[in-house]
């Protein structure tokens, strides 16, 4: 198939594009610098387009039978003031219109788009399990993912089949929250973040990248699904896990006043707590390499 993605060049974007070349696939890459449109070394097509300033080059969607939407400001690059959180905002829903819209206009639209969303659209929910059925949160990423979400509604009245990526934490020493973590527990200053009781929804990267091609190679699945490992895990579990497969100890701990004057606001989602469980993915018959955090972790290793 010809396949576009954006968030081309992230953690999951790029693991996504080597599993769709491997395969044969035609991978269109949505990206903002010019150098980079055109024919790429490693057989991509790069389109340009600015999601801020809503614009696309559509004549470069044309035959794209498939589409995967992870652009998005990184939530955990920077403190959250008001300026970036309007970026992570923006970032998200500026860009679903703008990539919507040109979709929405194709004469031959794409049959499917699997557009990014995160376990944060349930806010904070403690100790409840939580699958896809629960209703959304009333916090910051909460109110954003509920926007992100329906930014895709002109895709399916244009008949696209629209499926959300709920997201939880993709463990990997390659980059994102994992990449993070890796280095201090590989110096044994790893430990855990605040409390230790809140739940963290892990996924490995294998599995992340499986269950979005399943989403678009599976044709009666829409509307949302939450990528996550069948079973979550604490933060203080996760840091065992990580300490002990890294053969480092783990005698750490960061209390929670101490996160909050380091990250402020975003430090809500690094104490909060998130039991999310893939209830429709796994009715839909899809199989985890890594059903435990324990192989995740491993698998990240």
Known sequence: MRIAV???????????????LADGHEVVRLVRQRSRTGVQPDGTVGVGWNPQRLQIDRA????????????GAGVGDRRWTEAYRQEIRD???LGTETLVGALAELKEPPRVLVSGSAVGFYGQTGDQVIDEDAP??????????????????????AGVRVAHARTGLVLSAKGGAGGRLFPLFRLGLGGRLGDGTQYWSVISLADEVAALRYLIDTPD???????TGPAPVTNGELTELLGRALGRPTPFAVPEFALKAALGEMAVEVVGSHRVVPARLLAAGFRFEHPTAEAAVRAAV
Do not use: M, Y
Not at 9 to 17: D, W
Not at 62 to 70: T, Y
């Open 6 to 20: 954006t968030g081309s060049t992230g953690l999951i974007g790029s693991a996504l594009v080597r599993s769709l």
């Open 60 to 71: 470069g969607l044309k035959g794209v039978e498939a589409v995967v939407h992870l652009a």
């Open 91 to 93: 970032s998200r829903v």
């Open 136 to 157: 959304p949160g009333h916090d910051f990423l909460a109110r954003v993912c509920v926007e992100w979400e329906a930014a895709t509604r002109p895709a399916e009245q």
């Open 221 to 227: 699945l829409s509307g949302p699904f939450n990528l």
